[in-house]
């Protein structure tokens, strides 16, 4: 059965890091395209990073260009979000998600990826 599971959200303090990691189970990540996703209190789920099947194109919104880095480690069917210099409008939860495709394309439309984990919280506060 395909799973996704996020780990290493927490509080952490303005201009903190943390890194987040998808583990994925029932599947093989190296054909799926990759994203992490998150939605704060009352707004919608928005796109944060993506990074296609090879691995050699990546994606990121324009709020956390230069902040956050996304990898993936196929062996170990893992993904990581690194994110620095966090800030409190980062506060949200993070999902990572899939779809199988090979494109190299890496888009952040959510509505094109099928299967979801359940979340990582993410709280930026001193």
């Known amino acids: 059965q395909l799973q996704l599971v996020e780990s290493g959200g927490g509080l952490v303090q303005p201009g903190g890091s943390l890194r987040l990691s998808c583990a994925a189970s029932?599947?093989?990540?190296?054909?799926?395209?990759i994203g992490w996703f998150r939605q704060a209190p009352g707004k919608e789920r928005e796109g944060v990073s993506c990074?296609?099947?090879?691995?050699?194109?990546?994606n990121y919104a324009d709020s956390v260009k230069g902040r956050f880095t996304i990898s993936r480690d196929n062996a170990k069917n893992m993904v990581y979000l690194q994110i620095n210099s966090l800030k409190p409008e980062d506060t949200a939860v993070y999902h990572c998600?899939?779809?199988?495709?090979?494109?190299?394309?890496?888009?952040?439309?959510?509505?094109?990826?099928?299967?979801w984990g359940q979340g990582t919280q993410v709280t930026v506060s001193s």
């Open positions: 029932g599947f093989t990540l190296g054909y799926l395209r």
């Open positions: 998600a899939v779809v199988a495709t090979t494109a190299t394309g890496c888009p952040l439309d959510l509505k094109t990826y099928t299967s």
């Open positions: 990074i296609n099947s090879g691995g050699g194109n990546t």
